[in-house]
Every structure is written in C-alpha cells, then in structure tokens.
C-alpha cells in the first residue's frame, strides 16, 4: 500500500483558498488518488479522486503532479463548514481503504 | 428515507455481553464496509463485503462477527465485547467498490463497561 504523508493541520481563513498538501511517492501507476473529509460527529465524505489529470467537481479541485507522488487538494473558497479533516488515500487494494491521521483544517471567520 | 443508516446511535454494553450494531442501505450497493475509529488510530476496516453471502476480513476483524443475508444489511456482531471494543463504529456502501465512492453512515458510539 501506498504511504501517504499529509500535514497534521492547517489553517485557513473564510473565503481564501486552500491548498491541502499530500505526498504519496510509493503509489503505483494504476493506484487512484481519493479524498474524503470528515466533519466532527460524522462518518467520512467523499470529496474528490483522481488519476492522471487534474480534477474538478462542485466541492473541489484536484492537482495531481505529473510524477503522481503528489497531490493537492484545493477548496476554492473556504467556508466555516469546511473546517473538518481531509484524508488523503492513494489507491486501494482489495477494498481496504485505509485513512491515515489527515489534515484538520480550521477556517477563521 | 434513501441512504445509508446504522443503528443504534449510542450503545453501552457490559464486558462478555453480545452486541449486534445495524447497518442498512437502500441503494442495493453491492460493497459494503465495516470501520471503527479509535482516538489516535483513524479509521480502519474491520470487514467488509462485496455482495450477498460473500464477507471479507479487514484490518481488525478479530472479535467480531458479519453477516450479508441480504444485500441492504450488513449486521456487525460483537461475540463477547471487551473494553478495547469500545469505539465508533461506521457502516460505509460502494457501487463498485475501488474507484466509485463510499458513502458512510453516521456511526454508532458504542461504550463497553
């Protein structure tokens, strides 16, 4: 399995961007690169994943380097209800998605 | 109401007792997945089930119990619950399983006394 290395937490301010880092150098090239979130007292949400190419749907956007040991995750504009922790999971095997510790956001108003 | 629900929402159970936690989803997923989450641990996979009948170990599968009789539930049994059990608990379901998504419930806190 792919090791994911993501910063413990980061901090952003309401209506800025975010760029949520996340380093995956032993992935492999058929691995995808999924995001999910998990907002305090839920289960996890899907946000985004990806391939090759960089990748947009309506919460996010997805940068994935061209050597893939890297991707960024990108909230456009933060709100106050993104503030949650995003994990980083780099391709699966056998359906054993397996989350790491994440990244806590926090976004001031 | 479409989704994906778990039951209950808050347990708490004596040590030896057995407790079964409820996971029903109403979109006829073909996977789905057992998780606890532990302060300090994340979430891991304790089994998981890629159709009716067919169950898979996780992770941490040891001192629990699934069944998928039918493809909308996917019961977790704890046989004899012990302290270490004492978690949350999330159910998850996926179309396709690897690529597609999953969408997860909103988890059961089940304290063993």
């Known amino acids: 399995d792919a090791k994911t290395t993501q910063p413990n937490s980061m901090e952003s301010n309401e209506e800025e961007p975010v760029h949520l880092p996340c380093n995956h150098s032993?992935?492999?090239?058929?691995?995808?690169i999924h995001w999910y979130r998990q907002l305090p007292s839920q289960g996890p949400e899907y946000v985004i994943h990806?391939?090759?190419s960089n990748v947009n749907n309506r919460m996010a956007s997805l940068a994935i380097a061209e050597d893939r040991k890297s991707s960024t995750l990108i909230l456009h504009r933060a709100t106050l209800r993104d503030a949650a922790v995003y994990y980083c999971i780099p391709g699966y095997n056998n359906n054993d998605m397996r989350f790491g510790a994440g990244t806590r956001l926090t976004v001031k108003p | 109401d479409a989704g994906i629900t778990q039951s209950p929402r808050y347990k708490i159970t004596e040590t030896g007792r057995q407790v079964t936690l409820m996971c029903h989803q109403t979109w006829s997923h073909s996977y789905m997945f057992w998780y606890r989450q532990d302060l300090g641990h994340g979430l891991r996979l304790i089994y998981y089930s890629a159709a009716a009948d067919i169950t898979d170990k996780g992770e941490v599968p040891d001192g629990y119990v699934v069944s998928r009789s039918k493809t909308e539930n996917f019961p977790l049994t704890l046989e004899s619950a012990t302290r270490s059990q004492t978690s949350v608990y999330f159910c998850?379901?996926?179309?396709?399983?690897?690529?597609?998504?999953?969408?997860f419930g909103s988890g059961t806190r089940l304290t063993v006394v």
């Open positions: 032993t992935i492999s090239g058929t691995d995808y």
């Open positions: 998850a379901s996926s179309d396709r399983g690897l690529v597609y998504g999953y969408t």
């Open positions: 990806g391939l090759t």
